[in-house]
């Protein structure tokens, strides 16, 4: 990652379109063409694909146990189908083409409905040749507003992603460009984060709720200017805050803090040659209300107790630029098998626990992400660790994850790396 490959940062805000809320009402999502200002104001504004005439989409603000009733209609000229990343939903609400829907045809409409199970931070997406309907921007933020929210004064998504443009402002078309696929992916020369608000005071303790939608860049990201911690991972809480370091979101990958304003707020992405500002949020005024005392844990995800593995899996990556040769017959490979094969990588009974050790044997980091579930880490010592439903694992290392499969249906497993992801990098499990 090369800071003189990039455009200009800005550093005004970006700012998210007003959420919408789930309860009772039916949300509509309609997928179109869009323009926005993403480079600086000034400069050329960009062509793009988003829903409900903004990209990012809406902010989807939902209840945990709660049906939620959502018409996608698409308004492009091709096909999609939107995927409710994160969410532990029936399988064929998933919007997974081929696997769990029809195509949504140009001018249909599909409803998608379900009872989010879980609280916290997710998005959705296209899920249709997605390494180019995400790049154009169809996604959005999904969160599954808490029973019992913390005891914050601000509620604030942040959502980074990146676009390869030209400086006119127009995205440049390599969406599935070889030499890119066999790399690290499709990598824009300008990001920016999107904040669903663009003010605080000092003093404020504030939720930030971080996600990273990029179709292939990893994010290694800074908080300047407030003090506090991590309280959850792919929108799961953590049973104890951590304290908040420099974080890493790999693609799909969500991280929520809770942090204290003890200064000007900016987010950075660090590179080698220094930090690219995202975002800032303006500070002014104090908060003279606010009593600092401890960050507290949200309340505990309510997920099944994983038991004595009975299968252990090996996921072994393979391919792309550098990598040795295997038999698939695509550029990525997951057991010497590219895309998506008539038999599923695993077969689970409803409610087994399985063990997958994902093996990297590729020259490029990969976020490897499971549908319908999510997962335990298991962590260096051993122990059972976070809980994801995206697990970023470098090159030459491997880690082993924990899952409980409790949920029946045909479910992807795939890079998150978009890029990879078409470029082979896909397989399935079945749930019976
Ligand atoms: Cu964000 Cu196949 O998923
Ligand atoms: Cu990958």
């Given at each position: 990652m090369n800071r003189r490959q990039f455009l200009a940062s800005v550093s005004a805000t970006a700012i998210l379109p007003k959420p919408t809320f789930g309860a009772q009402d039916r949300l509509r999502l309609k997928a179109e063409a869009v323009t926005r200002q993403i480079l600086p104001e000034g400069d050329g504004a960009t062509a793009m694909l988003g829903f409900n005439k903004s990209m990012p989409g809406p902010e989807l603000r939902v209840r945990r146990g709660e049906r939620?009733?959502?018409?996608?209609?698409?308004?492009?000229?091709?096909?999609?189908a939107v995927h409710w990343h994160g969410i532990r939903l029936e399988n064929q609400m998933d919007g997974v083409p081929m696997l769990t829907q029809e195509l949504i045809n140009p001018s249909e409409t599909k409803t998608y409905s379900f009872v989010p199970p879980d609280e916290g931070t997710f998005w959705y997406h296209s899920h249709y040749i997605s390494y180019e309907q995400v790049a154009r921007?169809?996604?959005?933020?999904?969160?599954?507003?808490?029973?019992?929210?913390?005891?914050?004064?601000?509620?604030?998504?942040?959502?980074?992603?990146?676009?390869?443009?030209?400086e006119d402002g127009s995205l440049t078309e390599e969406f599935s460009d070889m030499h890119s696929v066999a790399h690290g992916g499709y990598m824009g020369n300008f990001a920016r984060a999107f904040l669903s608000q663009d003010q605080v005071q000092t003093g404020d303790r504030v939720r930030l709720r971080l996600i990273n939608a990029a179709t292939n860049r990893i994010f290694p990201v800074a908080v300047s200017g407030v003090s506090g911690a991590v309280v959850a991972l792919d929108g799961m809480a953590l049973s104890?805050?951590?304290p908040l370091a420099e974080l890493v979101l790999a693609p799909a990958q969500r991280v929520d803090l809770i942090v204290d304003v003890v200064g000007s707020v900016g987010f950075d992405m660090m590179t080698r040659q220094g930090p690219y500002r995202l975002a800032d949020l303006a500070v002014s005024g104090t908060n003279t209300n606010r009593q600092a005392g401890p960050i507290m844990a949200l309340s505990p995800p309510q997920l099944p107790i994983p038991a004595e593995p009975s299968q252990h899996l090996t996921l072994t990556m393979m391919g792309g630029a550098m990598g040795r040769r295997h038999n698939g017959d695509?550029?990525?490979?997951?057991?010497?098998?590219?895309?998506?094969?008539?038999?599923?990588?695993?077969?689970?009974?409803?409610?087994?626990?399985?063990?997958?050790?994902f093996v990297n044997d590729t020259s490029f980091p990969h976020g490897i992400?499971?549908?319908?579930?999510?997962?335990?880490?298991?962590?260096?010592?051993?122990?059972?660790?976070?809980?994801?439903?995206t697990t970023l694992v470098n090159a030459d290392e491997s880690r082993d994850i924990i899952c409980v499969f409790d949920n029946p249906g045909r479910w992807l497993l795939h890079c998150h790396m978009l890029s990879h992801a078409v470029g082979g990098m896909r397989t399935w499990v079945n749930v019976a």
């Open positions: 939620v009733t959502i018409d996608v209609e698409n308004g492009l000229d091709e096909g999609t921007g169809m996604m959005g933020p999904l969160i599954v507003e808490d029973d019992a929210p913390p005891d914050v004064d601000h509620d604030i998504t942040v959502l980074m992603s990146d676009w390869q443009m030209g104890e805050p951590r695509n550029i990525w490979a997951f057991n010497n098998a590219s895309d998506l094969q008539a038999d599923p990588f695993g077969s689970f009974q409803n409610g087994e626990t399985v063990r997958v050790t992400h499971l549908h319908g579930h999510h997962f335990y880490e298991v962590d260096k010592k051993g122990a059972v660790g976070d809980l994801r439903d």
